[in-house]
């Protein structure tokens, strides 16, 4: 009796944390409501219908209404009321470089919930009620071209959160905690700010900096463990090719002993 109730508490805790939801789009073509001094590339994008209706503390994002998922490049949702970012909208949506979830009560966004769109281009988060910029955050989202968190609560930006976005070249963080004055509209405009944040402009601002400290810790060591991944890649293709080269050598000295034998034997 005692294993069915923890096994009921644990479904019931479940339930309440995410909720299936079937979106309802109006296909659009455009730059997903942005403008083109920004997005200028023009797709198909699913803008959500009755966004009120998504509620919860996180979505699974379960099915779309309509076909056409395939050639649907952004979407955007303004308006819900959901703290997490929605899952499972990489595999409805397979091909997003757009995403825009607008006015929407989101408290956070991590790692996890966007690794899983390496071709993101441009990410709209306005107006939502997010606190932290953890440092992992973008580390697999090379392609980011323009990203929008302004009108958030932004206290804590870690220094290297932006660092390895080289494509970046909007980026708007204005009415935050943090004192941003205006946005970010050119790559050199991105590379000062970025230099800003690297020396700690908004590190250092409230009183969860010791939480974060820890979190950033492990963002940096998962940094660090992927280096270290990538240089035993790298020497064991180093190794692999030495090898080749030590046979090709040893080959070569056995040719070159069988000529010295054959010219003393004559």
């Known amino acids: 009796m005692k294993a069915i109730f923890v096994i009921f508490v644990t479904l019931t805790i479940l339930t309440t944390q995410t909720s299936s939801y079937i ?5 659009e073509y455009g730059n997903c409501g942005w403008s083109r001094i920004f997005i200028p590339e023009t797709f198909y994008y699913c803008k959500v219908k009755n966004p009120f209706l998504m509620t919860g503390v996180q979505l699974n994002i379960d099915s779309v209404l309509t076909h056409f998922n395939e050639d649907i490049k952004g979407i955007w949702i303004d308006g819900a009321n959901i703290e997490k970012f929605p899952t499972n909208l990489e595999n409805i949506f397979e091909n997003l470089i757009a995403i825009k979830i607008r006015h929407s009560n989101l408290k956070e ?10 071709d993101l281009k441009y990410l709209d988060l306005l107006k939502n009620r997010i606190k932290v910029l953890k440092a992992d955050l973008f580390l697999d989202n090379l392609q980011l071209e323009g990203i929008g968190i302004q009108g958030n609560r932004i206290e804590y930006i870690d220094e290297f959160t932006f660092s390895h976005l080289k494509k970046l070249r909007f980026l708007t963080l204005q009415q935050n905690f943090c004192e941003f004055e205006i946005f ?28 974060i400290r820890t979190t950033t810790k492990i963002s940096k060591q998962k940094q660090f463990e992927r280096k270290i991944e ?37």
């Open 184 to 211: 970010q509209k050119t790559r050199i405009e991105v590379e000062e700010i970025v230099k800003k944040i690297e020396e700690g402009l908004c590190s250092m601002t409230h009183s969860t900096t010791q939480t």
């Open 109 to 118: 966004i991590n790692y996890d919930d966007l690794k899983v769109f390496p």
């Open 23 to 27: 979106i309802d789009c109006d296909y």
């Open 230 to 266: 990538n240089l035993k890649l790298a020497n064991a293709k180093l190794m692999r090719k030495i090898k080749e080269i030590e046979k090709i050598v040893e080959e070569q000295m056995k040719k070159i002993n069988e000529i010295s034998d054959f010219e003393i034997l004559e």
